[in-house]
């Protein structure tokens, strides 16, 4: 599908135009460039949709782009000179030498000037090509918030022109949380997207993973929270290919066919944990992938030391309140301690929360304890609060079977 083959494009490709424009024009121009690769990406849809898609969609695209903002150089009265022009025959990607675009675009983003949320909101908008309901909804922020948060990032980059190149010691060392955060975040959200109707984006999660793996390999970005960073997106990873069924229905852990779960993965999950856990670090993402060696390192869902989770959990509940981190802790808390247990630590520990993931594992401790009608109440309320079409008929399943045994 044409719309497949754009979306495709608009997360691997636009931050590359866009840090080459960048870097080349600088960031005062920002909104000029943003509406030429906007145009492009148009143009691409209407012209795509009748005629074969060009052998290089990324240089053509770059061109119809090119046209179009020196179109408004001109109405502007601006007299910048062309970069060097591609066409469709060679790749200007592959051709360049330059290799880390979107990584340069991330730095920028993420300049001291900047406050850490303008920093990630510019980062997911510019460098992931996220929207901003995916922004807001991986932010746990409101789309107006979002919105006005992104237009005053967006000024304080172009007032400040930034530049794109990495930079060094100290400076560097003060933008390289938000990159992981960045990294991190994008990784989660195609590995479990807040919208749209798929239950994942790999092409997403191995873009993150490639970031990340790029930066591993410079040795001044060796640090023991990139270790983890990587450590536990190999071990997600590595359950890609288990975790949907070919008609895009997600496959829970317990149900995944392990012999589909990549050892490689985990091989190199496993090393990049050793290499994480050899500083004394408690970073969030030595957390995960703590969690995540658990549930990997066994052969059977039968086998999860699910009292060791809980351990784990327990351990980084001393680190300060999250409540990502409580709700979840209740799906383990249900599998060690019970049902009674996960309702009254869930009810003690975790406020309501307007978003799914919230009722449907309020659904699942009221299953287990046989209260059937209020486990549906909950899983109704997720369905409204869900943007994922994938997601919906998950939760849409568990109101049936719900629904089934309270009728008996």
């Keep these: 599908m044409i719309q497949d083959k754009i979306d495709h494009w608009f997360r691997h490709e636009y931050s590359r135009i866009l840090s080459l424009f960048l870097s080349k024009y600088g960031a005062d121009n920002i909104e000029l460039i943003e509406d030429a690769i906007q145009e492009a990406l148009y143009k691409a849809m209407r012209v795509w949709s009748y005629q074969k898609s060009p052998e290089n969609p990324s240089g053509w695209i770059f061109k119809v782009a090119q046209n179009h903002l020196f179109d408004q150089f001109r109405k502007n009265q601006l007299n910048l000179e062309h970069p060097d022009e591609p066409n469709e025959e060679q790749p200007y990607l592959e051709n360049s030498g330059i290799k880390d675009e979107t990584l340069q675009l991330l730095f920028a983003c993420c300049h001291p000037k900047l406050k850490s949320q303008e920093s990630i909101i510019l980062c997911l908008k510019f460098a992931t090509g996220f929207g901003l309901n995916e922004i807001a909804r991986v932010l746990f922020s409101s789309y107006e918030a979002t ?94 290919e288990a975790r949907t069924h070919k008609d895009n229905e997600f496959i829970s852990l317990q149900d995944q066919d392990r012999s589909l779960w990549s050892e490689s993965l985990i091989e190199k999950g496993n090393q990049f944990y050793s290499l994480a856990l050899e500083k004394n670090n408690h970073s969030e993402y030595h957390f995960h992938a703590a969690v995540e060696s658990q549930y990997v390192n066994v052969k059977s869902f039968e086998d999860t030391d699910w009292n060791g989770l809980l351990n784990i959990y327990n351990f980084w509940r001393g680190k300060g309140k999250n409540p990502a981190l409580e709700l979840n802790r209740i799906v383990v808390v249900l599998k060690a301690l019970g049902p009674e247990q996960a309702l009254k630590e869930l009810e003690k520990n975790c406020r309501e929360q307007n978003n799914h993931l919230y009722f449907v594992i309020k659904g699942e401790v009221l299953f287990n304890l046989n209260k059937f009608e209020q486990a549906i109440g909950c899983f109704e309320k997720a369905m409204t609060l869900s943007h994922n079409s994938a997601e919906k008929n998950l939760i849409k399943a568990k109101i049936e079977k719900a629904m089934h045994l309270n009728n008996k």
């Design 147 to 240: 919105k006005k948060s992104f237009q005053r990032a967006k000024k304080h980059f172009k007032e400040n022109n930034l530049s794109l190149s990495i930079p060094n010691g100290d400076s560097l060392t003060l933008r390289l949380q938000r990159v992981f955060k960045v990294i991190f975040l994008m990784f989660t959200e195609g590995y479990r997207p807040s919208d749209g109707e798929k239950v994942l984006k790999d092409d997403v999660c191995f873009e993150a993973l490639r970031l990340a793996m790029t930066l591993y390999q410079r040795e001044h970005f060796h640090h023991s929270e990139l270790y983890a960073l990587i450590s536990l997106m190999c071990f997600k990873s590595s359950r890609i």
